[in-house]
């Protein structure tokens, strides 16, 4: 085994393309951690992205409708969970398991009703790659970066957007105080619930997305099982990223680095049962996670609810 | 729901009288996932289809059974009165063990890859030999690759899936030596990313001829062909797909499950109530007319079909370990 | 408290379980409706089948068994703070152990086999459970991500088990071979095929109820699951209480693994547990933490189970529909909490 199989261009395209889902979603729940909010029911809340996407684009044709269904169903899946934890302050992970399990349900339901009974499985067009200009050409570099379809260069802008937001704007340091305390921040008139929500309709837009590229980019179907655990791991990869949206975002590569790279060595190493390769990445977001672990410093606030009538 | 109460009654007052004479047997077929998969499930229901129109035996379905499931749906089938219970896929052989002795009155068909021994005197067993019919798409592969590279993806690691990939692996040995054989099991039949995931990697590593042995996650590697940049060429297997992506297809190990089905119900209604069927090329499998590919070679495997269908031509069946010839 | 108020709270705690009952009916109505089939004839097989029958209630028995014991689970991690998402892989984890364990002595006598194989279920959940729980308990790692990778990880396990070395080559699919007679659970009730599960369940549900409630462990999970700082403060061993709580926890789960293998499939096979994990936070949720409750929840879990699967195939109802009522029926309930609770 020679180290030009751990850098071959082409693992490393893939390796990017696979990172997209796990960019946004994470980007997407860092965002709701930083106000305070902790959403458990990411995984789900992809699923329903993946599903949403699929079915509004397979019943109207549009790819553009399919991924403002996913956008909106995060929306609303987020509404929800903060509506739970903000105006009824029950305990964030409880509710967001739930929705996980509701989302899960509804994604099969909505494609069971969409669908119907139909003689061959429905699939919609991919988005297909699209080189950019003069970058496009440069030798190794062009092909892994810029030969990607359009949902890689929006994940890239995203985390842009994210970081500029949350550590450059008035916006995001009321955001944080939110999440960091909501007390003192109270004091001073930062509307700690309303933040929580903003963030969690932003934040629930993008996991929408992160589900939406799934159908979009690699299969042009939805299945049940199509998000794979990548909510878990976007979850991973915010306490990874120590909550910076470039952070999660380097982790997501790493992540889907590791993912392509099993199906590589599956082709290499005999000895090794399949099942132990496929346990590969797994296992790795463990590891990161607890070596990511020491010095992570989560937002106080974190998964606790505001109560403005009690004592402190 | 006093309407409702009437109908009934109604209902029984019709139905009541035909109950006198010799009731028409009635079959039932469990299945694991949705018929509307045109893949495993759906040979399944045409099969039950063809076995109602040919035998005029009543039949009922029931999709989406899981193992866990399977005995209760099955005792309900019994208790209604199905005389005949077939069980489409070999997970359910436990149950099938288990409920025979206990209805000996009713006749089970169950499936398998392989004759099951010592099995109760009213059970049907189909054995599902499919390695045979990979050898000649093994064969296509070997005829049909230009970069001399052949790739196989399977999902779960099973016997017959083993089988399968050891006569291509026989198959590329004989017909085309010097080719390279890339085999993945993705570890799950119907995820069409990992799929997409294993091809890529193969096509990067210039395999150009894909034989396909996955159910759902075929889609996945049609993506990762559509996307490549080279020419790859696909097979698939129970169903031809070749509408999903016309210029990359080549040929289809279609099943057709009427066939043994058919035979089977046949023989229980002359009271013949065990038995062994062999589902092999001829028997139940057979191969669409090979596109994308020279005449040549189009002809050349459809010879080598013709020779498999009459066991003329000898193929090893090993389903424990992966034998790679080179 | 006035015998008024004291039945009016009693009421009060009733009322949203009934509420909810009939909600989840509401909500199926609503679904076979929409896909084109007769709600009142769905809701009337629905009954009949999980429990207007021998066995339909044999079957509902059954299901009862791992969704308890996996309540339990969640429920003993709850206690302590912790929330154990890996129940399905524990599950998991246990029946492989149980079916090892099988495999090793299939030449022993009954009486001696069979528990040894139940209590491998035990061990095999409780080392899955271990590892979060050390995690945990010394470097205070998140259990809600760990579990969860776990669970991905047994699932390959299982894979791997039943399509390699102990496979059953004639079956063609991802199934073991049996396990011999000897470590096979008893009928409760052999004409419902209700196996003797249930009441080792039961006799969990009893054992959890007296572990938190009886003893010093359970006082110092429930201290460090209320209030952490202040356990501390009293000198009550936060960490390792909880550590231990995920390795019991996990056991608990291994139990229902090896108990589904033993009593049931008589096999490992892949779809072991058909999401049974998430079922089991449901469950633990809706019975407040408390293992007495968690009996008739699970049961109501069970019975909607069996009998919704008469609706999938009368009406086509996904298998994952059934997951929407339960989740509904939790969120309204925490809805109608929350309202009590008043505005923050």
């Given at each position: 085994m020679s180290w030009e199989l751990f850098l071959d261009p082409s693992l490393l395209r893939l390796a990017v393309a696979m990172s997209v889902p796990l960019v946004l979603a994470s980007a997407g729940e860092l965002l709701m951690e930083r106000s305070g909010l902790l959403n458990v029911a990411i995984e789900g809340m992809v699923t329903l992205g993946a599903a949403a996407a699929f079915l509004a684009s397979f019943a109207a044709g549009s790819t553009g409708l399919g991924l403002l269904a996913a956008a909106l169903s995060g929306v609303v899946v987020a509404a929800v969970f903060a509506h739970y934890a903000v105006a009824w302050r029950q305990e964030q992970v409880t509710v967001g398991l739930t929705l996980y399990v509701l989302c899960l349900g509804l994604s099969s339901l909505l494609y069971r009703v969409v669908v119907g009974v139909r003689l061959t499985p429905p699939r919609v067009e991919t988005l297909q790659p699209v080189v950019l200009p003069v970058v496009g050409r440069l030798p190794v570099v062009g092909e892994v970066l810029f030969h990607q379809h359009a949902l890689v260069y929006l994940s890239a802008a995203v985390v842009a957007v994210v970081h500029l937001v949350l550590f450059r704007t008035s916006l995001g340091l009321r955001l944080r105080a939110a999440g960091e305390n909501p007390v003192a921040a109270d004091t001073v008139g930062v509307d700690v619930f309303r933040l929580r929500r903003a963030s969690a309709a932003a934040g629930g837009a993008l996991v929408g997305l992160a589900g939406a590229s799934l159908p979009f980019t690699l299969t042009g179907t939805f299945t049940e099982g199509i998000a794979g655990g990548r909510g878990w791991i976007a979850l991973m990869l915010v306490i990874f990223g120590r909550w910076t949206p470039v952070g999660a975002a380097a982790g997501a590569l790493l992540f889907a680095y590791v993912e392509a790279l099993q199906f590589k060595l599956a082709m290499v190493s005999r000895a090794v049962p399949p099942q132990f390769?496929?346990?590969?990445?797994?296992?790795?977001?463990?590891?990161?996670?607890?070596?990511?672990?020491r010095g992570a410093r989560a937002p106080e606030a974190l998964g606790k609810p505001y109560h403005r009538e009690a004592r402190a | 729901m006093r309407r409702l109460l009437w109908l009934l009654l109604a209902v029984l007052v019709v139905a009541g009288p035909s109950g006198a004479g010799p009731a028409r047997p009635r079959m039932a077929m469990i299945l694991p996932g949705v018929i509307q998969d045109a893949d495993f499930n759906a040979v399944g229901y045409q099969a039950l289809k063809e076995v109602q129109s040919t035998t005029g035996v009543q039949t009922g379905h029931s999709e989406q059974v899981a193992v866990a499931d399977a005995e209760r749906v099955a005792r309900e089938y019994l208790g209604a009165g199905y005389s005949i219970v077939a069980f489409h896929g070999g997970q359910y052989l436990t149950i099938v063990q288990k409920l025979a002795p206990l209805f000996p009155d009713a006749t089970f068909i169950m499936e398998s890859s392989g004759q099951i021994p010592n099995l109760p005197g009213n059970v049907w067993n189909i054995g599902r030999k499919f390695y045979e019919g990979f050898y000649v798409l093994g064969v296509l592969g070997a005829l049909a690759t230009r970069s001399n590279k052949i790739g196989y993806i399977a999902g779960i690691r099973l016997p017959d899936f083993v089988a399968s990939l050891n006569a291509v692996f026989q198959a590329v040995g004989k017909y085309n030596p010097r080719a390279e054989v890339l085999y993945t099991f993705v570890g799950d039949q119907n995820d069409p990313v990992k799929a997409r995931q294993a091809a890529e990697s193969q096509i990067a590593a210039g395999v150009d001829f894909i034989v396909i042995s996955v159910n759902l996650g075929t889609v996945g590697v049609i993506e990762a062909a559509r996307a490549a940049r080279r020419p790859v060429l696909l097979t698939t297997f129970y169903t031809d797909?070749?509408?999903?992506?016309?210029?990359?297809?080549?040929?289809?190990?279609?099943?057709?499950?009427?066939?043994?089905?058919?035979?089977?119900?046949?023989?229980?209604?002359?009271?013949?109530?065990?038995?062994?069927?062999?589902?092999?090329?001829?028997?139940?499998?057979?191969?669409?007319?090979?596109?994308?590919?020279?005449?040549e070679v189009s002809r050349r495997v459809q010879e080598v079909w013709r020779a498999v269908v009459l066991r003329q031509e000898r193929i090893e069946e090993v389903t424990d370990r992966i034998v790679e010839r080179r | 408290m006035t015998t008024e108020a004291a039945a009016r709270g009693r009421w009060q705690v009733v009322w949203p379980y009934a509420g909810a009952l009939a909600i989840a009916l509401a909500l199926l109505a609503a679904l076979v409706a929409m896909l084109g089939g007769d709600a009142a004839q769905a809701l009337a097989g629905l009954v009949r089948s999980s429990l207007g029958s021998g066995a339909g209630l044999g079957q509902t028995f059954n299901k009862t068994t791992p969704l308890l014991l996996g309540s339990l689970a969640v429920i003993l991690g709850l206690r302590g703070g912790v929330f154990n998402i890996g129940v399905d892989g524990q599950i998991y984890a246990g029946a492989v152990a149980a079916t090892g364990a099988a495999f090793l002595l299939s030449t022993g006598p009954k009486g001696a086999v069979l528990p040894v194989v139940l209590l491998a279920g035990l061990a095999g959940g409780a080392v899955w459970g271990s590892l979060p729980g050390v995690l945990r308990a010394r470097l205070g790692v998140s259990e809600i991500f760990v579990t969860v990778m776990l669970n991905f990880v047994a699932v390959f396990l299982v894979e791997y088990l039943s399509t390699g070395p102990w496979n059953d080559p004639t079956a063609g699919e991802a199934i073991t071979r049996a396990i011999p007679p000897q470590a096979t659970l008893p009928y409760l009730w052999p004409r419902a095929g209700a196996h003797a599960g249930i009441l080792l369940a039961l006799a969990a549900a009893a054992g959890v109820w007296w572990l938190l409630f009886r003893t010093v462990f359970g006082y110092e999970l429930r201290a460090a699951g209320d209030n952490p700082s202040a356990?501390?403060?009293?000198?009550?061993?936060?960490?390792?209480?909880?550590?231990?709580?995920?390795?019991?926890?996990?056991?608990?789960?291994?139990?229902?693994?090896?108990?589904?293998?033993?009593?049931?499939?008589?096999?490992?096979?892949?779809?072991?547990?058909?999401?049974?994990?998430?079922?089991?936070?449901?469950?633990?949720?809706?019975?407040?933490?408390?293992?007495?409750?968690?009996?008739?929840?699970?049961?109501?879990?069970?019975a909607l189970l069996v009998g919704t699967d008469s609706l999938q195939r009368s009406v086509g109802l996904p298998a994952s529909a059934v997951f929407v009522v339960q989740a509904v029926v939790l969120l309204v309930l925490l809805a109608t909490e929350g309202v009590r609770r008043g505005a923050p």
């Open positions: 390769l496929q346990m590969l990445p797994y296992a790795f977001a463990v590891t990161v996670l607890v070596r990511a672990y | 797909k070749s509408s999903y992506a016309p210029q990359h297809f080549t040929t289809s190990l279609v099943s057709n499950f009427g066939k043994p089905y058919v035979e089977v119900v046949r023989q229980i209604l002359a009271g013949r109530r065990s038995g062994y069927y062999e589902m092999r090329p001829g028997a139940g499998f057979g191969l669409t007319p090979p596109r994308n590919v020279p005449p | 356990a501390l403060l009293g000198g009550v061993p936060v960490r390792r209480a909880v550590g231990l709580a995920l390795v019991a926890s996990g056991a608990l789960a291994g139990l229902a693994g090896a108990v589904e293998v033993s009593g049931f499939h008589y096999r490992l096979i892949l779809g072991l547990s058909p999401g049974y994990g998430m079922m089991a936070i449901l469950i633990a949720v809706l019975s407040r933490r408390h293992p007495v409750l968690a009996v008739p929840a699970a049961m109501g879990f069970a």
